[in-house]
């Protein structure tokens, strides 16, 4: 088409309406006429316009042509704000072999790549196998009608949880059906293309993807982490067609297996989708397992490194221990379940270190391997009626029930099916039948064999949640305390003591294998307990072994006495005179005279040593005070370890004082030199999140430096002293004697004083200080559930074992300002871990952090928060609920606030996806900067003043701000040190100075959240009954009946379910029993206090 000049306003005015007019009509013509005829006479019309256009000229492309040009050339060429899918150019849809409308492909097509790429995994950003499997049937879908009308089909049954189909969707998703079965009639029908590939995946397509089965209703047990990984928690759901089955069971036959399929990841999928059914229904596998990637073993066991498995053994030290102790690897049968045992309890191991946030080179698709493997392994295993009918021995009593014990820890921990009806009634009764079988009665089994036999009772009383077969595992266990306590009655034990270290376990919270926050409510009533908390995976955990607590000693052992530490060097007569006490007194005591001996190990008896004022009026020999103001209660069977500082003393060999210079005693060695360096190397690559370029920017810094190389060993070895299980303090104090003497001498020089090696080797004192071992946080021995990401930054060693040293801290401080502030050192884009590292300080301290935040990246954290908000997120509404503080007081201050709360509740939406394993595009390096951007802004805001000193008008925007401290304490960043006694006496003390009439009128479900994650933290403390009383006044007044409910209110403001719904539920249960009318409805209150009656008429006799 020639390009025409510019015709009169009149011509244009009559071509606009003829050109509305050729519209309509060819809107009408299109929708009457299939899809493909439109799209193919529109091609048409394209091509005869350009045919006729002049080839010696440009074509262009004229908004207002002349009349004289044709109708369907100005349309096809006239450009239109609209889709290019309403043209006939560009359309990415022109090839395919339907007639369906475009904006349905559009959808359905996306959804089918996405279905076919979480397949294989979804928490890997930068997988590209599920990608590639992804292209790779896409183009053959492209080709063969029947593969693409099965995927369409299975795309939209894959929707259905999140979406509900109306009427005329559910049409079309028959009429699809029925074209796709149409289809593959016909290409079955023909020998030659019967067993192609695109037809064996149209058959599994349609096989195992036809409905969407229903979630049971009811309470269930809370299952693990990881539950969407490959959208399992979709495909659990899937309800198979058995025709199509069989077909695609014929098809794989006639190739020769799964194994001959040549489409890369094809026969992986096929193999994953038998194992999910094979699970529901607890059958043996027919597929053979076929992994995606080869990574996935290392040997016989899932390929996990040693750094890795320590890491784990640092929180799960008993992990699988005790089935040793039942069964030894004697026979093939045996060898085979602790083999599938050991598998589950790496795969535990890895999970564990997932959600800490432990940085591990795995790829994602290899993590769906391993934990596939271990699934397939454990569905492999013959039953006890096979093993019999096949080798003609009878089978062990335990195996059976151990078989299905396992398949119920996989259900909630490894392989987490979603709660479909049928599933968790078929495998509690096969287990209750199973445990009814068993031939040795429980007076005649050993201790092991006891323990075994409760953790699987425990695994069952756990699956049964909800169901009438509760009540046979609650009596199970019941009968077998009581046994306990009978066994050890007869062998004349201080059966008491041993009873309540029992009851003690049941009624704990207890964590779930890998320290996961997920523990299940077990309800013991007939144990004369209200409301338990059980380890429901005790014995994956540990083997219930009955350790010794202070209050056995306290209630039924030894006499305790006040013990005065002394001197360890007398020099003043009042030291030698109670050194003399001391030492008369002990030697007095009949145990030690009639010689008897000592339990090994140490006892910490001593509280940390205080200095006095006479002090500086002794000679330098003397090591510290006679701490004669506190005594500490120790048993007298034991050994008691003296005050130390820098290593062991006795009384016969003098010390040096602390805090004087140290020398080197000897010479490092070059092995532990190292070692030391290659600690420092894995730390910094965990910091630096396996980037090599900070990372061996440090390590060439370190290297070439004296006095940063004794700084950084200082900090290794500090590092070693907390995570090793040999605790020797000797390399840490060589190390920091030479700091201290090389930084004393670059200092004594005004001019390089405060140079970057300087600064840094002050921090690296500053943030390591040297102790005896560790001191647990103060404040109440109980704490609320912490997490996750409670490794990410090595945040369980720096917050929490590895104090800070609060002096070089403040010279630390004093040398950067003079600098002019982090950002005018040399090195500011590599400080990135100190800013963490202060933000972790001044989170445990609860200030302001000294200095800003250098991110590690040019990340912008705003930008990469509000991604994490979709409207298909289960948490979508978290944080609304903020928007009525702007509206109580809509200053500068509260609308500041309210953004902090914002990209706190996003940080929380994207560590929910991370942790069910969704469809996640962010690494452990982004979840650092952002959750470090995140809390750095929200205590910039504390204000310490107003916080400790409440005014009389009562101020909303600081008892919101503290509660989101504690929020940001438990979920954002979980300090094992974190302050929260502190926290919550300041906001007990807000509300003890004003009322707050206005906002819990205007905000009532504002301060409920306040009132109730306050409550959650309070645990132990003796403000929780202050909180307990209040809320239960104000839901009471809110008319809130039940805890989902009140858990609704919750996920509007800030509220993890993964971390918090376990204190949630524990505070509500707190609270109903508080309130006599409520204890009153509970059914079963007379029965408890029958069975407590019994318990404590056994226990006493």
Same mark, same amino acid.
């Given at each position: 088409m020639q390009s025409t000049s510019h015709g009169p306003a009149k011509d244009n005015k009559a071509l606009a309406v003829r050109l509305q007019r050729r519209d309509a009509n060819r809107k009408s013509r299109t929708l009457s006429q299939p899809h493909h005829v439109a799209k193919r006479n529109r091609q048409q019309r394209v091509d005869k316009a350009i045919d006729h256009a002049d080839t010696d000229?440009?074509?262009?492309?004229?908004?207002?042509?002349?009349?004289?040009?044709?109708?369907?050339?100005?349309?096809?060429?006239?450009?239109?704000?609209?889709?290019?899918?309403?043209?006939?150019?560009?359309?990415?849809?022109?090839?395919?072999?339907?007639?369906?409308?475009?904006?349905? %492909?559009?959808?359905?097509?996306?959804?089918?790549?996405?279905c076919l790429r979480e397949m294989i995994t979804n928490c890997d950003p930068t997988d590209r196998i599920g990608a590639h499997f992804s292209e790779q049937v896409m183009q053959m879908a492209s080709q063969n009608q029947a593969l693409f009308y099965s995927m369409l089909s299975a795309a939209m049954v894959f929707q259905k949880p999140t979406r509900e189909m109306s009427e005329e969707q559910s049409t079309l998703h028959l009429s699809i059906q029925n074209r796709a079965v149409s289809l593959l009639s016909q290409q079955m029908a023909d020998a030659t293309t019967a067993t192609h590939e695109?037809?064996?995946?149209?058959?599994?397509?349609?096989?195992?993807?036809?409905?969407?089965?229903?979630?049971?209703?009811?309470?269930?047990?809370?299952?693990?982490?990881?539950?969407?990984?490959?959208?399992?928690?979709?495909?659990?759901?899937?309800?198979?067609?058995?025709?199509?089955?069989?077909?695609?069971?014929?098809?794989?036959?006639?190739?020769?297996?799964?194994?001959?399929?040549?489409?890369?990841?094809?026969?992986?999928?096929?193999?994953?989708?038998?194992?999910?059914?094979?699970?529901?229904?607890?059958?043996?596998?027919?597929?053979?397992?076929?992994?995606?990637?080869?990574?996935?073993?290392?040997?016989?066991?899932?390929?996990?490194?040693?750094?890795?498995?320590?890491?784990?053994?640092?929180?799960? *030290?008993?992990?699988?221990?005790?089935? %040793?102790?039942?069964?030894? *690897?004697?026979?093939?049968?045996?060898?085979?379940?602790?083999?599938?045992?050991?598998?589950?309890?790496?795969?535990?191991?890895?999970?564990?270190?997932?959600?800490?946030g432990r940085v591990s080179p795995r790829p994602g698709a290899?993590?769906?391997?391993?934990?596939?493997?271990?699934?397939?392994?454990?569905?492999?295993?013959?039953?006890?009626?096979?093993?019999?009918?096949?080798?003609?021995?009878?089978?062990?009593?335990?195996?059976?029930?151990?078989?299905?014990?396992?398949?119920?820890?996989?259900?909630?921990v490894v392989f987490p099916l979603p709660p479909i009806i049928?599933?968790?009634?078929?495998?509690?009764?096969?287990?209750?039948?199973?445990?009814?079988?068993?031939?040795?009665?429980?007076?005649?089994?050993?201790?092991?064999?006891?323990?075994?036999?409760?953790?699987?009772?425990?695994?069952g009383a756990i699956i049964s949640i909800g169901l009438p077969q509760r009540a046979f595992y609650i009596a199970e266990i019941r009968k077998m305390v009581l046994c306990w306590v009978y066994k050890m009655r007869m062998h004349s034990v201080k059966y008491s003591k041993d009873f309540y270290g029992i009851q003690k376990r049941l009624v704990e919270m207890a964590k779930t294998s890998g320290g996961m926050r997920n523990a299940t409510n077990l309800n013991l009533s007939y144990l004369s307990i209200d409301r338990s908390k059980l380890m429901w995976s005790s014995f994956l955990h540990q083997a219930w072994h009955v350790s010794r607590d202070k209050h056995f000693d306290a209630q039924y052992g030894h006499p305790l006495e006040m013990v005065d530490f002394v001197a360890g060097f007398p020099q003043t007569r009042e030291e030698k005179s109670a050194s003399r006490a001391a030492i008369q007194g002990n030697a007095s005591r009949i145990r030690w005279r009639k010689g008897t001996t000592v339990a090994p190990g140490f006892v910490q008896s001593h509280v940390p040593v205080q200095q006095s004022?006479?002090?500086?009026?002794?000679?330098?020999?003397?090591?510290?005070?006679?701490?004669?103001?506190?005594?500490?209660?120790?048993?007298?069977?034991?050994?008691?370890?003296?005050?130390?500082?820098?290593?062991?003393?006795?009384?016969?060999?003098?010390?040096?004082?602390?805090?004087l210079p140290l020398?080197?005693?000897?010479?490092?060695?070059?092995?532990?030199?190292?070692?030391?360096?290659?600690?420092?190397?894995?730390?910094?690559?965990?910091?630096?999140?396996?980037?090599?370029?900070?990372?061996?920017?440090?390590?060439?810094?370190?290297?070439?430096?004296?006095?940063?190389?004794?700084?950084?060993?200082?900090?290794?070895?500090?590092?070693?002293?907390?995570?090793?299980?040999?605790?020797?303090?000797?390399?840490?104090?060589?190390?920091?004697?030479?700091?201290?003497?090389?930084?004393?001498?670059?200092?004594?020089?005004?001019?390089?004083?405060?140079?970057?090696?300087?600064?840094?080797?002050?921090?690296?004192?500053?943030?390591?200080?040297?102790?005896?071992?560790?001191?647990?946080?103060t404040g109440s021995i109980k704490r609320p559930n912490q997490g996750p990401l409670e490794s990410l930054q090595l945040l369980d060693l720096y917050g929490g074992k590895i104090e800070p040293n609060m002096v070089h801290r403040r010279g630390m401080l004093t040398m950067i300002k003079r600098r002019g502030g982090m950002q005018a050192l040399g090195i500011a884009p590599a400080v990135f871990p100190w800013c963490v590292a202060e933000v972790f300080i001044a989170s445990r301290l609860l200030c302001k952090p000294a200095f800003e935040l250098l991110p590690l990246t040019g990340l912008d954290i705003p930008a990469s928060l509000s991604v994490n908000r979709r409207i298909d997120h289960p948490l979508k509404d978290m944080g609304h609920g903020f928007r009525v503080l702007t509206q109580l007081s809509p200053t500068d201050q509260n609308r500041a606030l309210y953004a902090d709360l914002d990209r706190m509740a996003l940080y929380c939406l994207g560590v929910d996806d991370y942790a069910a394993g969704r469809r996640m595009r962010k690494s452990l390096e982004i979840f650092a900067q952002e959750r470090v951007f995140v809390q750095h802004s929200l205590l910039t805001k504390y204000d310490e003043e107003s916080a400790a000193d409440p005014k009389p008008d009562g101020n909303i925007t600081?008892?919101?701000?503290?509660?989101?401290?504690?929020?940001?304490?438990?979920?954002?960043?979980?300090?094992?040190?974190?302050?929260?006694?502190?926290?919550?006496?300041?906001?007990?003390?807000?509300?003890?100075?004003?009322?707050?009439?206005?906002?819990?009128?205007?905000?009532?479900?504002?301060?409920?959240?306040?009132?109730?994650?306050?409550?959650?933290?309070?645990?132990?403390?003796?403000?929780?009954?202050?909180?307990?009383?209040? %809320?239960?006044?104000? %839901?009471?007044?809110?008319?809130?009946?039940?805890?989902?409910?009140?858990?609704?209110?919750?996920?509007?403001?800030?509220?993890?379910?993964?971390?918090?719904?376990?204190?949630?539920?524990?505070?509500?249960?707190?609270?109903?029993?508080?309130?006599?009318?409520e204890a009153l409805k509970d059914s079963g209150a007379v029965r408890v206090m029958e069975v407590s009656d019994e318990i404590e008429e056994v226990s006493v006799t």
């Open positions: 000229q440009d074509v262009r492309y004229d908004a207002f042509p002349s009349s004289t040009a044709s109708d369907d050339g100005v349309f096809d060429l006239v450009v239109s704000p609209r889709s290019p899918l309403d043209h006939g150019k560009n359309d990415p849809f022109a090839a395919l072999p339907t007639d369906l409308p475009v904006e349905f %492909l559009t959808e359905q097509v996306h959804m089918s790549g996405i695109a037809n064996i995946w149209a058959v599994f397509a349609m096989g195992y993807a036809s409905d969407i089965g229903p979630i049971r209703s009811g309470k269930f047990p809370r299952q693990s982490f990881l539950k969407e990984l490959q959208s399992l928690h979709v495909y659990g759901r899937f309800q198979l067609n058995q025709i199509h089955l069989r077909g695609l069971i014929q098809l794989v036959m006639l190739i020769g297996g799964i194994q001959n399929i040549k489409t890369p990841g094809m026969a992986s999928v096929i193999s994953f989708a038998d194992l999910f059914e094979s699970s529901r229904n607890m059958r043996h596998t027919f597929m053979p397992f076929i992994p995606f990637t080869n990574a996935y073993l290392l040997g016989d066991r899932l390929a996990f490194s040693t750094q890795e498995r320590l890491w784990a053994r640092q929180t799960l *030290p008993r992990l699988g221990k005790g089935f %040793l102790d039942v069964w030894q *690897p004697t026979d093939p049968v045996l060898t085979a379940i602790l083999a599938v045992m050991d598998h589950m309890v790496d795969f535990t191991m890895i999970v564990e270190n997932y959600i800490r290899a993590l769906t391997d391993q934990r596939n493997f271990a699934q397939h392994a454990l569905m492999s295993l013959p039953t006890a009626r096979e093993i019999e009918t096949n080798t003609g021995q009878l089978c062990d009593d335990l195996y059976e029930p151990c078989r299905l014990a396992l398949l119920v820890y996989s259900f909630l049928g599933l968790h009634e078929k495998i509690t009764s096969r287990l209750q039948r199973s445990i009814v079988l068993m031939k040795q009665d429980l007076q005649f089994m050993g201790q092991s064999r006891l323990r075994f036999h409760l953790w699987i009772l425990t695994m004022s006479s002090l500086e009026r002794r000679r330098p020999g003397t090591v510290a005070a006679t701490n004669r103001a506190r005594g500490t209660q120790v048993d007298p069977t034991r050994t008691i370890d003296a005050p130390t500082f820098f290593f062991h003393r006795t009384l016969d060999a003098p010390t040096l004082p602390p805090f020398q080197p005693v000897e010479v490092v060695s070059k092995d532990v030199v190292w070692r030391m360096l290659k600690a420092t190397n894995e730390t910094m690559q965990h910091i630096m999140f396996s980037r090599d370029d900070l990372a061996n920017f440090w390590m060439q810094r370190i290297t070439s430096s004296d006095i940063l190389f004794n700084a950084f060993m200082y900090g290794a070895a500090i590092r070693e002293f907390h995570t090793s299980t040999v605790k020797s303090r000797r390399t840490a104090i060589e190390y920091h004697a030479r700091t201290v003497t090389l930084i004393n001498e670059s200092l004594s020089d005004p001019v390089q004083s405060c140079c970057d090696d300087n600064i840094i080797t002050v921090s690296s004192l500053a943030h390591h200080e040297l102790i005896d071992q560790y001191r647990p946080p600081t008892l919101t701000h503290l509660t989101a401290v504690i929020f940001s304490l438990m979920c954002v960043i979980p300090l094992p040190t974190a302050p929260f006694h502190k926290l919550v006496r300041q906001v007990k003390a807000q509300f003890a100075h004003h009322y707050f009439e206005h906002e819990w009128k205007e905000a009532p479900e504002m301060m409920t959240w306040i009132l109730f994650l306050t409550g959650v933290a309070a645990i132990g403390m003796p403000e929780r009954k202050w909180m307990v009383s209040t %809320l239960d006044r104000c %839901l009471h007044r809110l008319k809130i009946r039940d805890w989902t409910e009140l858990k609704g209110i919750l996920l509007k403001f800030l509220w993890l379910p993964i971390t918090n719904d376990d204190d949630g539920e524990g505070l509500y249960d707190e609270i109903r029993r508080s309130n006599p009318f």
